[in-house]
């Protein structure tokens, strides 16, 4: 699924990714594959959109996005 970053939290990594369907996913640091936290970080605050690709899953807490990476633009 594609997405694009809403929002970060530098202090506690993580962020929400507006998907291109449904609800806002929840990841974290953790979650992101073949990019690295300070790059997505200062892509974001660029003020550029954010485009990332991901794997939805559901959690107790809502819905999460896993593997998440850039997509070139």
Avoid: C
Avoid at 6 to 14: A, G, H, P
Avoid at 30 to 57: C, M, N, R, T
Wanted: aromatic content about 10%; proline content about 5%.
């Amino acid at each position: 699924m594609r997405g694009v970053i809403k929002t970060l939290n530098q202090e506690k990594l993580y962020g929400f990714i507006a998907g291109d369907i449904g609800p806002q996913y929840f990841f974290h640091r953790s979650d992101l594959i073949d990019v690295e936290w300070e790059d997505l970080l200062s892509e974001y605050l660029s003020g550029k959109p954010v485009q990332v690709e991901f794997a939805p899953s559901k959690t107790p807490k809502g819905a999460r996005a896993r593997n998440v990476s850039r997509v070139e633009s």
